[in-house]
T-cell receptor
C-alpha cells in the first residue's frame, strides 16, 4: 500500500492560515487523497478529499500537486478549535482501506 | 441521528478475560469498520463488513472476532484478552464503498492488565 509522510507537529497563531504538507510519492492513479482530523479524546473526523484537482469545502482547501506526489491541506484562518492531529490518508478507489499514518499534531496559539 | 455510538467508553480487563465492544449506527450505512489506535499512532483496521452477514479481515485481525447480523450493529469480540490489546478502539461506518466519508464513533478505551 502506498504510504504518506507528514511532519510530526506544526504550530500556528489564531486567525493565521495554516498549510499542512503531505508527501505520497508512491501514490497510484486510483488512490484518493483523504484528510481526517482527530480532536483530543475523539474519533477521527472527515475534513476533505480529492483525486487530481484542488478542492474546497467549508472546513478547508486541498491543494494537490500536478504529479500527485504531494498535497497540502489549507486551513484559511486557524482557530483554537482546529488544534488536532491531522491525518493525510490514501484510499484506493473501491476498496475499504484507510491507511493512517502518524499524522501532524497542530497547535494553535491565541 | 445519533450517528455511530460505542459502548462501553472505558473498560479494564484482566489477562484471559473476554468481552464484546458494541457499535451501533443509525444512518443505514452498509459498510462498518473496527480500528484500533495505540498511543501516539494512527489507526489500524481490524475488521470490516460490507453488509449484514458479510465480514472480512483488515490489517490486524488476530485476537478478535466480529459478526454482523443486522445493518445497525457490528460488535467486536475479544476472546482471550492480552496486554497487547490495550488500545483505543474506534468503530466507523460509511454508506458506499470508495470515496465516501467514514463516520467514526467516540471510541472505547480498553486496558488489559
Amino acid at each position: 500500500d502506498a504510504k504518506t509522510t507528514q511532519p510530526n507537529s506544526m504550530e500556528s497563531n489564531e486567525e493565521e492560515p495554516v498549510h499542512l504538507p503531505c508527501n505520497h510519492s508512491t501514490i497510484s492513479g486510483t488512490d484518493y487523497i483523504h484528510w481526517y482530523r482527530q480532536l483530543p479524546s475523539q474519533g477521527p473526523e472527515y475534513v476533505i478529499h480529492g483525486l487530481t484537482s484542488n478542492v474546497n469545502n467549508r472546513m478547508a482547501s486541498l491543494a494537490i500537486a500536478e504529479d500527485r506526489k504531494s498535497s497540502t491541506l489549507i486551513l484559511h484562518r486557524a482557530t483554537l478549535r482546529d488544534a488536532a492531529v491531522y491525518y493525510c490518508i490514501l484510499r484506493v478507489f473501491n476498496t475499504d482501506k484507510l491507511i493512517f499514518g502518524t499524522g501532524t499534531r497542530l497547535q494553535v496559539f491565541p | 441521528n445519533a450517528g455511530v455510538t460505542q459502548t462501553p467508553k472505558f473498560r479494564i480487563l484482566k489477562i484471559g478475560q473476554s468481552m464484546t465492544l458494541q457499535c451501533t449506527q443509525d444512518m443505514n450505512h452498509n459498510y462498518m469498520y473496527w480500528y484500533r489506535q495505540d498511543p501516539g499512532m494512527g489507526l489500524k483496521l481490524i475488521y470490516y463488513s460490507v453488509g449484514a452477514g458479510i465480514t472480512d479481515k483488515g490489517e490486524v485481525p488476530n485476537g478478535y472476532n466480529v459478526s454482523r447480523s443486522t445493518t445497525e450493529d457490528f460488535p467486536l469480540r475479544l476472546e482471550l484478552a492480552a496486554p497487547s490489546q490495550t488500545s483505543v478502539y474506534f468503530c466507523a461506518s460509511t454508506l458506499f464503498r470508495g470515496t465516501d466519508t467514514q463516520y467514526f464513533g467516540p471510541g472505547t478505551r480498553l486496558t488489559v492488565l
